[in-house]
């Protein structure tokens, strides 16, 4: 059974940092492409980015490039968001999902239950 499993969520004020895990299980981890969304109340959801260890693929969505970043752990098959200079407008929830495909971007089949991350300013 595939599972996603988000953490690292919370209350973090303006300019600070906060990095969020996605945890795996089920699928061969090195094979599948692994993203990043988020979804802010009364917006659609909004890519992130994404990683693919097999392709060598990492990919963060232009508007967020420089403050943050992807990575990931295959020994713990965990993926990392690592958000910095937070803003109020990134507060939102985050999802993390899994797709069968090698390469970035993916058609997203598995989701996470995601994890709250709010920005007080």
């Known amino acids: 059974e595939v599972q996603l499993v988000e953490s690292g969520g919370g209350l973090v004020q303006a300019g600070e940092s906060l990095s969020l895990s996605c945890t795996t299980s089920?699928?061969?981890?090195?094979?599948?492409?692994i993203g990043w969304f988020r979804q802010a109340p009364g917006k659609e959801r909004q890519g992130i980015g994404c990683?693919?260890?097999?392709?060598?693929?990492?990919i963060i969505t232009h508007s967020l490039k420089g403050r943050f970043t992807i990575s990931s752990d295959n020994a713990k098959r965990t993926v990392y968001l690592q958000m910095n200079s937070l803003k109020a407008e990134d507060t939102a929830v985050y999802f993390c999902a899994a797709d069968p495909s090698t390469a970035c971007p993916a058609s997203y089949v598995y989701w996470g239950q995601g994890t709250q991350v709010t920005v007080s300013v």
């Open positions: 990683i693919a260890i097999g392709n060598d693929d990492n």
């Open positions: 089920g699928f061969a981890f090195e094979n599948w492409a």
